[in-house]
């Protein structure tokens, strides 16, 4: 079965560094998603994108964020300046169509630590 | 009021146990409802769609009731394999997906 696959799956890195999470989509999806979980807490809307634009972002997802598709395959987040409470599970997922009513695929994660 | 609101639990429930969760959901335009199960540290995997009244899928049942904006999950004959946090997911919108905090489940032998 096809997967979302998000690397690395563990980042450390120093408060106000830059990072980039990186995921490559299900290949025949168009729709691609951020979403973030703090630990303990709900999983959280960041950004979705579709034909190479945001189509959506949450309030979260202020100009600290971008996001970008730099080629056919992987699909990234950047965070600048990063802060402590940035610390948290990064999923990526995708979805063929863009409706609501279309599951979408989560890849397992990266784990954000912010020192 | 929240916009996906869950049991809290945890449910603690011995094996073969049949276990329901329920959901309720603020945003009356919502067409489609999922169930996505979430293991300790790892990533939502989607359980059942439910698009009309209800769906089953095996041991689990999931029904709908759009009158009361109320989604159920039934769990018949529980396995340890089941142990995990059950996230109910409502689409807001086009595309963004809106989180429950999830429900916790725990089956013991």
């Known amino acids: 079965e096809p997967e979302v696959t998000q690397t690395p799956s563990h980042q450390v890195t120093q408060m106000g560094q830059e990072v980039i999470l990186r995921c490559v989509p299900i290949?025949?999806?168009?729709?691609f998603y951020w979403y973030r979980q703090i630990l303990g807490q709900k999983v959280e809307f960041l950004v979705s994108f579709y034909n190479n634009e945001i189509s959506e972002k949450s309030e979260i997802f202020d100009d600290q964020f971008s996001v970008e598709r730099p080629d056919g395959s992987n699909f990234t987040l950047k965070i600048r300046s990063t802060k402590l409470e940035d610390s948290a599970m990064y999923f990526c997922a995708s979805s063929y169509i863009g409706q609501g009513d279309q599951p979408q695929h989560f890849g397992d994660g990266t784990r954000l630590s912010i020192l | 009021r929240k916009e996906v609101e869950q049991d809290p639990g945890p449910f603690n429930v011995p094996e073969g146990a049949t276990v329901a969760f329920n959901c309720t959901y603020s945003?009356?335009?919502?067409?489609?409802f999922f169930w996505y199960r979430q293991d300790c540290r790892k990533e939502p995997k989607l359980l059942m769609s439910?698009?009309?009244s209800g769906n089953e899928d095996g041991r689990f049942t999931a029904q709908l009731n759009r009158a009361s904006q109320y989604i159920s999950l039934l769990i018949r004959d529980s396995k340890l394999s089941d142990s995990a946090t059950y996230l109910c997911v409502v689409p807001s919108g086009n595309t963004p997906l809106v989180f429950g905090k999830g429900t916790r489940l725990s089956v013991i032998a």
């Open positions: 290949s025949n999806h168009l729709y």
């Open positions: 439910v698009y009309s």
């Open positions: 945003n009356s335009a919502s067409q489609s």
